[in-house]
């Protein structure tokens, strides 16, 4: 399955580059993550849990960084083992940040893909569940964003 999708951030691409490496900051915009272990700059582990349909599933997963350009670009392989059950996440996903009339358009596109029980639930399932989580994931990020925003417009 493939995603992709654009979020516009009234901030400057440097400033949302710096957020996106942030592990702890990126793991409070995606729904379900926690128990988040930094092993080193670039590797991370983590659990998700997630509702699909009207299963749920927990995940041990595995994020590596495989390139980072700042403050352009930032590519990373997702691995994911369900518990419980057999199957297997994975996925890769690029980030490009480009600067948008004073603000930052973050572009990204994710490819995954899903094994066992999960693989077979079908596309247009998991599909919605992605869906659901690219909404809030933006929704976050553009509260972060109007926050710091709010914050440094007070402190002048």
Known sequence: MKFAGDIYLKAPRA??????????????????????????????????????AYLKFKF????????????REIEAKIEGTPLGIVGRLTARSLTRLMEDDGGTKVSYEIEAALTGKLGSLGQPVLRAKAKEMERLFAERM????????STSETAT
């Open 15 to 52: 400033a949302v580059f710096a957020k996106l490496r942030d592990a702890r900051f990126f793991a409070s915009c995606v729904e379900g993550v926690r128990d988040l272990n930094e092993i080193d700059g670039d590797h991370y582990t983590a659990v998700l849990d997630a509702k699909v």
């Open 60 to 71: 041990n997963v595995a994020v590596e960084v495989a390139r980072a350009d700042p403050p």
């Open 142 to 149: 553009r509260a972060a964003f109007a926050d710091s925003k």
